[in-house]
């Protein structure tokens, strides 16, 4: 099945952003410095993808990214169309369960979905999330509480919790 993805891109203070949508939902969401090296990397993951550059018709979804960038404590509703395995699926459902302003392990994250053996296969899940922000993967740390790898860089997810942190302590 050929689907068409609209795409576009918008500069922000965490780099640039690129959200992808199909006709049901907000299907990509991708960090990164290069245009190129965006585009490239969701043509890789849609290879059968119709990609159509449509930077205004995505004015909404801009707002709304761009919105939680600058205020994470606001949340991030958006319609996904994320597509995964079973596994993958349960991983995100608790991953958007996990407030902002704060973190939970991957041990946690695999006790929470009834497999507390598989804190490797929720990292795993946590690196194919297709939406960053939307799933917030960010708040996902080792045992320990240390930042560990995070698919859109480090410094990202180190910016992102921090944002996150100062905003819940304004909620308090």
């Known amino acids: 099945m050929n689907t068409k993805l609209h795409y576009g891109l918008f500069e922000s203070s965490l780099g640039r952003v690129l959200i992808a949508t199909s006709a049901r939902g907000v299907r990509s969401i991708l960090m990164g410095e290069s245009v190129a090296a965006l585009t ?6 849609f290879p ?22 600058a205020a994470p404590g606001c949340g991030l509703e958006l319609s996904l169309d994320v597509q995964g395995t079973e596994f993958q699926r349960r991983v995100w459902r608790a991953l958007r369960g996990i407030p902002a302003g704060s973190t939970a392990s991957y041990a946690d994250i695999a006790r929470r979905i009834a497999a507390p053996k598989s804190s490797r296969a929720v990292a795993q899940a946590c690196g194919a ?3 960053a922000l939307a799933i917030p993967c960010h708040r996902v740390v080792r045992s320990d509480g240390a930042l560990s790898g995070y698919r ?6 180190r910016a992102l919790l921090a944002a996150e942190s100062r905003a819940a302590g304004r909620r308090a």
């Open 152 to 157: 859109w860089g480090v410094a990202r997810k």
């Open 48 to 69: 059968a993808a119709t990609l159509v550059r449509d930077d205004a018709g995505l004015a909404r979804e801009f707002e709304r990214v761009a919105g939680f960038i």
């Open 129 to 131: 999330n297709p939406v």
């Open 40 to 45: 490239r990397d969701l043509a890789r993951r």
